[in-house]
């Protein structure tokens, strides 16, 4: 089962090799790696050029962001399932074989999503980031996410959907399982940690006050596409309380590592 990865790089070189590594190096035999670089000035595309005959497809060219970026490179892809990957976050071994793994035995399967750690920018481990079952209704109310790195799915719902909205800058991965759920996609969460993601001061998830606010706008425009659809949320509680009670094992051990990270940080 032949999959495709995308990874889209923009001036992070000091990251960039151990993502390329971590896809390589999953020895995954039938494997199209596709990268994506508008057009970094800081070793990046050295770095790429060093793996450029591993790669099924270099992009070298400007886009209009990483919604852009990532259309283009899916645009080459011919895989039977997709994946990507920031040039900063990592799979962990083994995650490719698993995936095809699940596909292959639940045909049905159209989003596989798992579980991920989260990293500094030496590679610690942080905490635990866990995706939820997914819906629309908790989406909407802020009581559910997929992590992106360890989220994988079918072409055919991607070529349905048109892909990602090149205008959403901030959370365009949500954007898009949210026009999966529309088009009636069928989830699968998995209790398996498949990447690392990586927080730090200057990752778009770490860099403070003003993506919070911009992530509140763009929230509430998916928000609307979500209603302007017909589906309509119960209240936050309930919507919390659902998606917790479809997978409690992840939800005790998210309590407990929440717990213990706090101890961590006294």
């Not at 099924?56 to 283009?72: M, S």
Request: charged share 25%; hydrophobic share 35%.
């Amino acid at each position: 089962m032949k999959i495709s990865i995308v990874t889209i790089s923009f001036n992070q070189a000091e990251y960039l090799e151990r993502s390329i590594r971590s896809v390589l190096d999953q020895n995954y035999p039938d494997l199209e790696y596709i990268i994506v670089d508008p057009g970094s000035s800081d070793g990046s595309r050295e770095i790429i050029e060093k793996y450029r005959d591993r790669f099924a497809k270099v992009i070298f060219e400007p886009d209009q962001g990483p919604a852009d970026g990532l259309n283009k490179g899916f645009s080459h892809a011919t895989g039977e399932i997709y994946g990507y990957l920031n040039s900063d976050d990592t799979l962990l071994p083994g995650s490719l074989s698993f995936v095809a793994e699940q596909f292959n035995n639940v045909a049905e399967i159209d989003v596989l999503s798992g579980h991920a750690y989260i990293v500094d920018k030496f590679d610690n481990v942080v905490q635990k980031v866990f995706s939820h079952p997914f819906s629309l209704g908790a989406y909407a109310v802020g009581s559910c996410v997929l992590v992106q790195q360890s989220t994988f799915f079918r072409p055919g719902l991607f070529k349905k959907t048109g892909g990602f909205n090149k205008e959403n800058r901030i959370s365009w991965d949500g954007e898009l399982m949210v026009d999966f759920a529309i088009n009636g996609a069928k989830f699968k969460l998995v209790r398996k940690f498949l990447s690392c993601f990586r927080i730090y001061d200057e990752s778009i998830t770490g860099s403070g006050q003003q993506v919070s606010e911009k992530y509140k706008i763009q929230h509430q425009k998916i928000v609307k596409k979500i209603l302007d659809a017909g589906f309509r949320p119960r209240s936050k509680y309930w919507e919390w309380l659902i998606t917790r009670a479809k997978d409690p094992l992840s939800t005790v051990e998210r309590i407990i590592d929440g717990f213990l990270h706090r101890k961590r940080l006294v």
